[in-house]
């Protein structure tokens, strides 16, 4: 009996012992004599099989171990394909490696690809994660992914994320997790507000100096957990190409979507703070008179006018969709006439997206509708700190689908982000408008 078997066999006395207690409760009596010996016989076959699951781990972690001696590799029986294969590359494509696993989960006499069920590749044992854990996973019946295909997932989602390929990333260490910051608190820069209040003087001044020093606060950025979950069908199993191409897909397309939506809308509760919903975010009033759902250029023009002036160089437009036909048909009044200041990609700007003052106008999902705040935002993300750690972690479970005959893919990406201003900041001269890398424009209903 392999030790899948072994835990499908023990997985399997207790749902019955289960079910005979949940009938008794939903009976609400106490057990026959005959359901009591019933339930401790069940529950001592499920214990009996302890033992020899832990010999079979104690051995196969012993195998595992002077495996790490460099010598000829050994394929598991029956499995020829892949076994001169390197031990940071043991397979051959994220689709193989899901094959092997579900096959060793599956019944004997089943095949997926090329390889049996109820067999366990040594290959699948020697999978280590980035805190050197082994790859079986006795607790959920399944194991590791390889690192390379988690990382590629990762890598991938960063990439298709559009807001979060533009933020400041940051990776925490070992032995933390989470990442505390020392910030000047600088909420003005009028005269003795400068780096929370440190001043200086000219000599005849003052008679005497009055003593100043930085404000200085501490920003922390917690790690959170950011899962995902995926069950796989029997038709897709014996298909490794397409496994490869979907699971690794869709994962790195919903994790970078998912990212973004934080960042551009999170709560800050277990979550990233997204920009629209920090204390930093400058809203700019609609213009008097101005009619609902509508983008007028003085809202352009006064929405770049509260950016910080050193977010100028890396400041990008994100907006929805629905307010493209106002920014099309927006012109600047020129006595009689007008003039565009839209610029349409690859057209008068000659550059592969559309601009304003320059600046890449970027359609994200996560924009709100037409009218509303958030429906086209300014930002400077280098002024977004995310903090990441361990990249993305793929593992297996034969457990939670068991009885759907489904095997489970999850994976775990440590994460979170937050603005590195706490609050706007206060020009030192000129009018009272606060500034912010992180500007939007107020409701128009």
Same mark, same amino acid.
């Not at 207690?21 to 069940?42: H, M, P, Y």
């Not at 079986?136 to 990382?151: M, T």
């Given at each position: 009996?392999?030790?899948?078997?072994?835990?499908?066999?023990?997985?399997?006395?207790?749902?019955?012992? &289960?079910?005979?207690?949940?009938?008794?409760?939903?009976?609400?009596?106490?057990?026959?004599?005959?359901?009591?010996?019933?339930?401790?016989?069940?529950?001592?076959?499920?214990?009996?099989?302890?033992?020899?699951?832990?010999?079979?781990?104690?051995?196969?972690?012993?195998?595992?171990?002077?495996?790490?001696?460099?010598?000829?590799?050994?394929?598991?029986?029956?499995?020829?394909?892949?076994?001169?294969?390197?031990?940071?590359?043991?397979?051959?494509?994220?689709?193989?490696?899901?094959?092997?696993?579900?096959?060793?989960?599956?019944?004997?006499?089943?095949?997926?690809?090329?390889?049996?069920?109820?067999?366990?590749?040594?290959?699948?044992?020697?999978?280590?994660?980035?805190?050197?854990?082994?790859?079986?996973?006795?607790?959920?019946?399944?194991?590791?992914?390889?690192?390379?295909?988690?990382?590629?997932?990762?890598?991938?989602?960063?990439?298709?994320?559009?807001?979060?390929?533009?933020?400041?990333?940051?990776?925490?260490?070992?032995?933390?997790?989470?990442?505390?910051?020392?910030?000047?608190?600088?909420?003005?820069?009028?005269?003795?507000? &400068?780096?929370?209040?440190?001043?200086?003087?000219?000599?005849?001044?003052?008679?005497?100096?009055?003593?100043?020093?930085?404000?200085?606060?501490?920003?922390?950025?917690?790690?959170?957990?950011?899962?995902?979950?995926?069950?796989?069908?029997?038709?897709?199993?014996?298909?490794?190409?397409?496994?490869?191409?979907?699971?690794?897909?869709?994962?790195?397309?919903?994790?970078?979507?998912?990212?973004?939506?934080?960042?551009?809308?999170?709560?800050?509760?277990?979550?990233?703070?997204?920009?629209?919903?920090?204390?930093?975010?400058?809203?700019?009033?609609?213009?008097?008179?101005?009619?609902?759902?509508?983008?007028?250029?003085?809202?352009?023009?006064?929405?770049?006018? &509260?950016?910080?002036?050193?977010?100028?160089?890396?400041?990008?437009?994100?907006?929805?969709?629905?307010?493209?036909?106002?920014?099309?048909?927006?012109?600047?009044?020129?006595?009689?006439?007008?003039?565009?200041?839209?610029?349409?990609?690859?057209?008068?700007?000659?550059?592969?997206?559309?601009?304003?003052?320059?600046?890449?106008?970027?359609?994200?999902?996560?924009?709100?509708?037409?009218?509303?705040?958030?429906?086209?935002?300014?930002?400077?993300?280098?002024?977004?700190?995310?903090?990441?750690?361990?990249?993305?972690?793929?593992?297996?479970?034969?457990?939670? &689908?068991?009885?759907?005959?489904?095997?489970?893919?999850?994976?775990?990406?440590?994460?979170?982000?937050?603005?590195?201003?706490?609050?706007?900041?206060?020009?030192?001269?000129?009018?009272?408008?606060?500034?912010?890398?992180?500007?939007?424009?107020?409701?128009?209903?």
């Amino acid at each position: 009996m392999t030790l899948i078997e072994m835990r499908q066999a023990k997985a399997a006395k207790i749902a019955e012992a &289960r079910a005979l207690l949940a009938k008794v409760q939903g009976e609400n009596r106490g057990f026959t004599a005959e359901e009591d010996t019933k339930v401790q016989a069940l529950t001592a076959e499920a214990r009996g099989f302890d033992s020899m699951i832990a010999a079979e781990e104690s051995v196969a972690a012993e195998e595992a171990e002077l495996r790490k001696i460099p010598a000829p590799r050994a394929a598991a029986s029956g499995v020829e394909v892949g076994r001169e294969r390197s031990l940071d590359k043991p397979f051959r494509s994220f689709g193989e490696q899901l094959q092997m696993i579900v096959a060793a989960a599956a019944p004997r006499g089943t095949t997926f690809g090329e390889y049996r069920g109820g067999e366990v590749d040594r290959r699948l044992l020697e999978v280590r994660d980035p805190s050197g854990g082994a790859g079986s996973i006795p607790s959920d019946g399944g194991f590791l992914i390889h690192p390379e295909y988690s990382d590629q997932i990762f890598q991938r989602a960063y990439e298709t994320g559009v807001l979060a390929s533009r933020c400041d990333p940051v990776e925490i260490g070992e032995g933390s997790d989470s990442l505390e910051v020392p910030y000047v608190d600088e909420t003005s820069r009028v005269t003795g507000s &400068r780096w929370g209040g440190v001043q200086v003087y000219r000599a005849n001044e003052a008679d005497a100096v009055n003593a100043t020093r930085p404000k200085i606060g501490k920003m922390e950025t917690r790690l959170e957990d950011l899962k995902g979950l995926a069950y796989a069908t029997d038709r897709l199993l014996r298909d490794a190409p397409a496994m490869s191409k979907i699971y690794g897909d869709a994962f790195s397309s919903e994790f970078g979507y998912k990212l973004d939506d934080e960042i551009f809308q999170g709560t800050g509760a277990g979550q990233c703070l997204g920009i629209t919903k920090a204390p930093c975010l400058v809203t700019v009033g609609k213009e008097t008179g101005q009619g609902a759902k509508t983008i007028m250029w003085d809202n352009i023009v006064n929405m770049r006018s &509260r950016l910080w002036a050193k977010s100028r160089a890396k400041m990008v437009w994100f907006y929805n969709q629905d307010i493209e036909p106002q920014l099309h048909k927006m012109s600047l009044a020129v006595g009689t006439g007008g003039l565009p200041v839209f610029m349409p990609a690859n057209g008068a700007s000659g550059l592969p997206y559309d601009t304003l003052y320059g600046a890449p106008l970027i359609p994200i999902e996560q924009a709100a509708t037409l009218g509303t705040v958030g429906d086209i935002v300014l930002a400077d993300l280098s002024q977004y700190v995310l903090v990441r750690k361990d990249g993305l972690q793929g593992a297996s479970s034969m457990h939670v &689908r068991f009885i759907y005959d489904e095997m489970t893919f999850r994976w775990t990406m440590r994460v979170n982000g937050q603005p590195k201003w706490k609050t706007a900041l206060t020009p030192a001269s000129g009018s009272a408008n606060t500034l912010s890398p992180f500007v939007a424009l107020a409701t128009r209903s």
